[in-house]
């Protein structure tokens, strides 16, 4: 009786504080598994926030799920092609080795688009800096900051907020003398 009390009681801690084999085989297994090359950056622009993550791939680039090429609206498509253009442009193939999943939330549809670019322009540059070489790295932030600096430095400006005596931030409600 008391061994069967007390197998109960050790089987129940083995679970509960993860000594099991079933779980030190998964833990063996996971460290067994390399990791993929891979690097997050994220871009801004007002409310607008864009997370990219980029892997090493086959030149695939998705935004929220969905390719490139079918990104809405139609015309401010042609801006989140900019930092693959350049490069292409100036003879760098850098795209066509990694692929990136990017994220997007918060601001409206221009603001989301400039955010987009910024954040695949610095996932492209952080990944070469990191799993290719310097030299790669600083050639293609030199394309890409003399073609627009916003590809690679956030917009610092932010919306002011209202004050008190007036409808807006500075306008003030009209003075009346009598």
């Known amino acids: 009786m008391n061994l ?13 504080c993860g ?8 833990r063996d297994t ?8 891979s690097v ?7 409310n607008a926030v864009a997370v990219s993550y980029c892997t090493e791939g086959k030149g695939m680039i998705r935004v929220n799920g969905v390719p490139l ?3 809405q609206p139609q015309t401010l498509r042609l801006k989140v092609f900019e ?3 350049v490069l292409k442009n100036n003879e760098i193939n850098a795209f066509q080795t990694v692929d990136m999943r990017v994220r997007v939330r918060g601001g409206g549809p221009v603001a989301q688009i400039y955010a987009i670019r910024q954040a ?3 996932a492209l540059v952080a990944y070469t800096q990191k799993y290719v070489d310097e030299q790669s790295k600083n050639i293609i932030k030199k394309a890409l900051l003399a073609y627009d600096r916003a590809l690679l430095v956030a917009d610092p400006r932010r919306c002011e907020p209202k004050k008190f005596g007036g409808r807006g931030a500075r306008s ?3 003075k009346s003398y009598r």
């Open 4 to 16: 069967n009390i007390f197998s109960i009681f050790f089987f129940s801690v083995v679970c509960r």
């Open 19 to 26: 000594y099991s084999r079933a779980s030190q085989s998964r």
């Open 30 to 37: 996971m460290t067994t598994v390399q990791k993929k090359k």
């Open 40 to 46: 997050q950056t994220h871009g801004k622009k007002r």
């Open 69 to 71: 090429e079918l990104i």
């Open 83 to 85: 930092p693959l253009v």
């Open 120 to 122: 695949i322009a610095k």
């Open 172 to 174: 003030r409600f009209q």
